[in-house]
């Protein structure tokens, strides 16, 4: 009986055969080594080295058996065939045949066995749905079976669960056709359950590989919670907010819906967290003050678990938002028929929450602070205003603070009713040539504005009402357009306005006079001179009654060429472009329509640049003798100085003793004054104690040169109690009317006749200024007086003389005036 050893392999791996071929005599060696398959008759592998060296022996293999996938190993002890890939086919005894050369022949038999897994495994459900990686989904409280069916394999398998790798008791049953199943009862589920892993795993060997399928258990689960973010706080009015709303524990991850008061909100967005287990809903929304206590809603369902009722969280909206003000006028007033003078009282009514803190208020967007004397009371939220104006006229509006902001009401617009007023920033003289159409117009401000207006022409002799032919109306302005033809058509024009509050208590005065030269600048002087320009600034003169402007005229001192010519609306220059360290001459003067004015000479230099200054080097100094003064010297020196001081200072004062004698000679051999000197003495004297006349001071030759050149006559108001020829200030009654006239220059003598003294009399001080001069009124305490500006007195009449008949006046003038204006 053959020794027999047994091997077991798995199918598809490598099977080892063992053959002694080991020899006992060192001079022996192996010949032949078959292999045998007992239920084959012929070798099946062979390996033949009768004819070579045992290392390369000839090897053979049948093809119908093993092939190329045996081969002889003949370094194991003992020996091996190796076979790869074994098959179940293989499986068999097999006989190993050794011949020596010297040994007998040696004989040993092999039992190869050969392990076939199972190949295929079947899992399904209760429903008999077959399940190959996920299971379910369940619920909570759900049980269920499952099968695990495993065919083929030698020997037969046995079959084995797993829940998350933990073996169960499985019971298995042998089914038709080499088929074993085994059977899980999940149950009843809890959300521990969820992603469980259910392992079939069915083998037949220790050595060979078990074959396994593996379910995730799938369960659906409701929402544990839902809860808004941040709710039960205040929410702003016309903000907008992101509002979150939270929910955890649904499987799959929950819908999240919005609600305002039963309406869904339809904007909403959802983020889900990594784990999958929270989701988050953001709805933007914007809230007004009417969602004051609307109830905002959060539901959060599984949408695969219908029949579960939805998660809600809900918050009662608290809306905060900036105070709603309105003005409202007292119940009392009026607001069309407001009128100066009269009180006016507003309440501000505020709708706020949280309410207000402080209330404002506004007078065209400026802010009102309580101040009695000005007639301002704020009391609370309400505003009292005594005695209102124009200028208290306009919008005025409340504003509430709370902490949400500040709210402004719309404006009320207060309407101020008020009589015509003359307007202010209007041209008051009009300087007009003869035969020359004028255009005055009379700006007033009214309220309403629907005005009429009353012209009056007022000069020496008439005051005369104007004709309404001549008068035109745009608004709340009246313009009249007349020609003067003679002086008389030189005066004063006034103007009256009224609408339904009332009649203009003070008329708008515009003078008339004869347009001339504008005068000269004055108070020029140089400023921010610099490397190559200088500045110029003066004060400007009487412009002649017409628009002036003003021109620099700027020439090299000595070519007189001109360098610069700047023009200005206002006598201030700025001269560019010159060289540096030069002296040019300047001159200022003012133009109008009518020509120049006299122009104003000054000189202006520019700065020097600054000098090199260059390092002495001592080194190239020439040695010189030093000039030394003796003691002697310096005394005569001295003593000579002294000398010739006093020398200068004696023939100064000779020369001042001899002026004085020969003053003093010249003021005692002076004729006598003549009557008319005497005359004009003593008329001087009486206008210093006439009230009626405005004294003059005739000192002052810059003045009365400078009203000279303006040719300006006065016009007087006319007096109430006098006759239509008499003139306030004027001894004497005048027949007919009196010409304009203008004064003598101060460089001519005073016109003298046998009957009268008509010295001129400048006008005052004032006139530069603009001030307003006015002669007193002797008689008549009501008498109107009209303010005239930029004008000069008439000429006086001498009391013992016949009276002065002017050459265009009418004989009869006493009787009846003449009309002498073409109004």
């Given amino acids: 009986m053959l020794p027999m050893s047994a091997v077991v392999a798995v199918a598809g791996e490598p099977a080892y055969l063992p053959c002694d071929i080991a020899t006992q005599d060192e001079d022996d060696a192996v010949l032949l080594v078959l292999w045998y398959r007992e239920d084959l008759g012929t070798p099946i592998y062979s390996v033949d080295a009768r004819e070579k060296d045992f290392g390369v022996a000839e090897r053979w293999s049948d093809e119908s058996v093993f092939a190329s996938r045996a081969y002889f190993l003949p370094d194991k002890r003992p020996a091996e065939l190796g076979v790869d890939r074994v098959r179940a086919t293989d499986q068999g005894i097999y006989r190993c045949r050794v011949d020596f050369k010297q040994a007998q022949t040696r004989n040993s038999r092999v ?44 020997p037969r398998p046995w079959v084995k669960w797993f ?18 199943r085994g059977v899980l009862r999940v149950g009843p589920l809890t959300r521990a359950d969820v992603r469980a892993t259910l392992t079939c795993r069915a083998s037949n060997h220790l050595r060979a590989h078990p074959i ?128 100066e003078g009269t009180d006016v009282y507003f309440d501000c009514i505020i709708k706020a929450h949280p309410y207000v803190y402080k209330v404002e208020w506004r007078h065209n967007g400026k802010t009102l602070h309580h101040n009695v ?26 504003v509430g603070f709370n902490a949400e902001g500040d709210g402004e009401s719309k404006p009320f617009s207060l309407d101020v009713l008020y009589a015509p007023t003359c307007r202010s920033s209007q041209q008051r003289v009009h300087g007009v040539a003869k035969q020359e159409r004028a255009h005055i117009t009379c700006h007033v401000d009214a309220n309403p504005p629907e005005v009429s207006f009353r012209w009056t022409f007022n000069n020496t002799a008439n005051n005369n009402e104007v004709s309404n032919t001549y008068v035109s109306r745009s608004g709340t302005s009246s313009t009249v357009t007349y020609t003067p033809h003679t002086e008389m058509d030189y005066g004063t024009l006034l103007c009256w306005a009224h609408n339904r509050i009332g009649k203009q208590r003070v008329p708008c005065v515009y003078h008339i006079i004869a347009a001339g030269r504008p005068d000269q600048v004055h108070n020029c002087t140089v400023v921010n001179a610099s490397l190559t320009s200088f500045g110029v600034r003066c004060s400007e003169g009487f412009n002649g009654g017409m628009p002036q402007s003003f021109l620099l005229e700027v020439r090299d001192i000595v070519t007189q060429e001109i360098v610069a010519n700047v023009s200005s609306a206002v006598p201030r220059f700025t001269a560019g472009g010159l060289i540096p360290g030069h002296t040019y001459a300047a001159a200022v003067l003012a133009y109008n329509a009518k020509g120049r004015g006299d122009p104003y000479p000054l000189r202006a230099s520019t700065l020097r640049p600054p000098e090199k200054h260059h390092v002495h080097d001592k080194s190239l100094d020439i040695p010189k003798t030093a000039f030394q003064m003796s003691g002697a010297m310096s005394a005569a020196v001295g003593g000579g100085g002294v000398f010739m001081v006093v020398l200068v200072l004696f023939m100064v004062a000779v020369r ?20 008319d000197k005497l005359r004009e003495k003593d008329d001087s004297e009486s206008d210093d104690r006439n009230p009626d006349i405005i004294p003059s001071d005739t000192d002052h030759l810059q003045q009365v040169d400078y009203f000279r050149q303006q040719q300006v006559s006065t016009i007087s108001p006319p007096n109430n109690r006098a006759p239509r020829g008499s003139i306030a200030g004027v001894r ?68 013992h003389a016949h009276p002065h008949v002017h050459p265009h006046a009418h004989p009869s003038a006493h009787a009846h005036p003449a009309r002498d204006t073409p109004l």
């Fill in 111 to 154: 039992n190869l066995t050969v392990i076939v897994p199972p190949t295929k495994m079947i899992i399904t459900d209760d429903k008999g749905d077959v399940k190959q990686a996920i299971v379910g989904p369940y619920v909570e409280g759900d049980t269920f079976t499952l099968k695990c069916d495993v065919s083929g394999g030698r």
């Fill in 163 to 180: 829940k998350n790798e933990i073996e169960t008791d499985t019971p298995a049953t042998a089914l038709q056709g080499n088929t074993v």
């Fill in 656 to 675: 001042q003793r001899c002026t004085k004698r020969k003053l003093r000679s010249g003021g005692a051999t002076s004729q006598p004054a003549s009557p």
């Fill in 732 to 799: 004497g009654s005048i027949p007919g009317y009196c010409p304009l006239r203008t004064a003598p220059p101060p460089s001519h003598p005073p016109i003298h006749d046998n009957t009268t003294s008509t010295p001129g009399i400048p006008p005052p001080a004032g006139f530069a200024g603009g001030s307003c001069t006015l002669p007193r009124n002797t008689g008549a305490a009501n008498d109107r007086c009209i303010p005239l500006q930029h004008l000069r007195t008439l000429p006086r009449a001498h009391p």
């Fill in 373 to 398: 004397g000005q007639g301002i009371i704020i009391s609370n939220q309400s505003l009292v205003l005594q005695g209102v104006g124009r200028k208290t006229a306009g919008n005025y509006t409340c």
């Fill in 212 to 339: 396994e399928t593996t379910l995730t258990l799938d369960m659906n689960f409701p929402p544990l919670n839902v809860h808004i973010l941040g709710s039960n706080q205040p929410l702003s009015a016309s903000r907008r907010y992101d509002l979150l709303c939270q929910s955890s524990g649904s499987r799959p991850p929950a819908s999240i819906t919005w609600w305002k008061n039963g309406q869904r909100i339809n904007n909403a967005k959802e983020t889900l967290s990594t784990d999958g287990n929270t989701t988050t809903s953001t709805v933007s929304i914007q809230l007004t003050k009417s969602d004051a206590g609307a109830k905002l809603a959060c539901r959060a369902s599984n949408p695969q678990m219908p029949s579960e009722p939805a998660l809600e969280d809900d918050w009662l909206l608290d809306i905060q938002y900036v105070p709603e003000t309105v003005v409202r006028l007292g119940t009392n007033l009026d607001p069309t028929n407001i009128r």
